[in-house]
């Protein structure tokens, strides 16, 4: 593999320690989580200290009105989905979409994008997973089992490998379009003499990280609020 | 002829399945492919609904996107993680 030896897009581990006899590194997407959290934890607090000195009668300014457009978005998108059922989730939509929005886009300010490793997809479609089948047995009871022998019995592995595809489908997709993105912006900046770095990889960027991004965003959420959506309306 | 090592031998065929996974591109490309051709017809049948048909065929598209990616997955495991060995 020496051609891909100036292209690195790998998760390298920085630092090993032992616990209970196994080891476990401190890896790129840690440190990416670690940022990422930090500025998203700087974005609450500044927005909270905005909404705490508002006053319900001035019309919002500046950082205030962007805090308050971004909660009518994601309401918006959570009302027009799941309806009266929408307003126990819109938190945690709300939060799902701010930390998907900034790790996609991550890739745009030099960190590998912590979407990009499997450890941090998997663990999110595992949620929307458990999200779906606690509301479901919350409001069918018994119902949400026997719900997999309808219309026939005979049908309950296509049923159960349904059931079981979801949370694989949300991550692998989320995964390997941020994976795909990765891949490709390292073996440009790996691979192109410098004189082809500077401005080219732009558009590319455009499409990988912006476009892509945002979409498998919305995708993500949107496709958590319509399982949900299923087992909890009438 | 020498004779070929098993070890790269491994990595001769694995490279070799990485390439025959990505086959499942075709797929996704077909199939998006005609549903930008739906969404074009549709746009002018009824121009003022632009925005929306485009979401909608955004969304259907990479939600359609997916089987393109299991084979995207499957040929980078076999490239660099590499678990014949």
Same mark, same amino acid.
């Given at each position: 593999?020496?051609?891909?030896?100036?292209?690195?897009?790998?998760?390298?581990?920085?630092?090993?320690?032992?616990?209970?006899?196994?080891?476990?590194?401190?890896?790129? @997407?840690?440190?990416?989580?670690?940022?990422?959290?930090?500025?998203?934890?700087?974005?609450?607090?500044?927005?909270?200290?905005?909404?705490?000195?508002?006053?319900?009668?001035?019309?919002?300014?500046?950082?205030?009105?962007?805090?308050?457009?971004?909660?009518?978005?994601?309401?918006?998108?959570?009302?027009?989905?799941?309806?009266?059922?929408?307003?126990?989730?819109?938190?945690?939509?709300?939060?799902?979409?701010?930390?998907?929005?900034?790790?996609?886009?991550?890739?745009?300010?030099?960190?590998?994008?912590? @979407?990009?490793?499997?450890? +941090?997809?998997?663990?999110?479609?595992?949620?929307?997973?458990? *999200?779906?089948? +606690?509301?479901?047995?919350?409001?069918?009871?018994?119902?949400?089992?026997?719900?997999?022998?309808?219309?026939?019995?005979?049908?309950?592995?296509?049923?159960?490998?349904?059931?079981?595809?979801?949370?694989?489908?949300?991550?692998?997709?989320?995964?390997?379009?941020?994976?795909?993105?990765?891949?490709? %912006?390292?073996?440009?900046?790996? %691979?192109?003499?410098?004189?082809?770095?500077?401005?080219?990889?732009?558009?590319?960027?455009?499409?990988?990280?912006?476009?892509?991004?945002?979409?498998?965003?919305?995708?993500?959420?949107?496709?958590? %609020?319509?399982?949900?959506?299923?087992? *909890?309306?009438? | 002829?020498?004779?070929?090592?098993?070890?790269?031998?491994?990595?001769? %065929?694995?490279? +070799?399945?990485?390439?025959?996974?990505?086959?499942?591109? *075709?797929?996704?490309?077909?199939?998006?492919?005609?549903?930008?051709?739906?969404?074009?017809?549709? +746009?002018?049948?009824?121009?003022?609904?632009?925005? @929306?048909?485009?979401?909608?065929?955004?969304?259907?598209?990479?939600?359609?996107?997916?089987?393109?990616?299991?084979?995207?997955?499957?040929?980078?495991?076999?490239?660099?993680?590499?678990?014949?060995?």
């Amino acid at each position: 593999m020496y051609v891909l030896s100036e292209a690195d897009f790998m998760i390298n581990g920085y630092y090993k320690f032992k616990l209970f006899g196994q080891d476990i590194y401190i890896t790129t @997407t840690h440190i990416s989580l670690l940022i990422i959290t930090i500025v998203m934890l700087v974005f609450i607090f500044a927005a909270k200290r905005c909404i705490i000195k508002a006053s319900a009668d001035d019309s919002p300014k500046g950082f205030q009105n962007f805090v308050e457009m971004i909660v009518e978005l994601i309401d918006n998108m959570v009302s027009g989905i799941m309806g009266e059922n929408g307003k126990k989730f819109r938190n945690y939509i709300g939060s799902l979409f701010i930390f998907l929005i900034l790790c996609n886009l991550s890739g745009l300010f030099g960190l590998r994008a912590p @979407t990009a490793d499997y450890g +941090v997809t998997l663990p999110l479609g595992l949620i929307t997973f458990s *999200i779906i089948h +606690v509301c479901g047995i919350k409001k069918n009871k018994v119902k949400h089992f026997t719900a997999l022998f309808e219309p026939f019995p005979l049908l309950f592995p296509i049923n159960f490998i349904g059931e079981v595809a979801v949370p694989l489908s949300l991550s692998l997709r989320l995964f390997g379009n941020i994976l795909s993105g990765t891949v490709m %912006m390292g073996l440009i900046y790996g %691979m192109l003499p410098i004189f082809l770095k500077l401005g080219m990889p732009a558009a590319l960027h455009i499409y990988f990280d912006i476009f892509s991004g945002c979409i498998q965003t919305y995708v993500f959420c949107m496709l958590t %609020m319509v399982y949900v959506n299923d087992k *909890i309306s009438d | 002829m020498n004779n070929i090592s098993g070890a790269d031998f491994i990595n001769a %065929m694995s490279a +070799v399945g990485a390439g025959l996974a990505m086959i499942a591109g *075709i797929g996704p490309g077909i199939g998006q492919g005609y549903a930008a051709g739906q969404a074009a017809a549709a +746009v002018g049948r009824n121009p003022g609904a632009q925005s @929306t048909i485009t979401s909608t065929m955004l969304l259907g598209q990479a939600v359609a996107e997916t089987t393109g990616l299991y084979g995207f997955a499957v040929a980078i495991i076999l490239m660099f993680v590499k678990p014949f060995k």
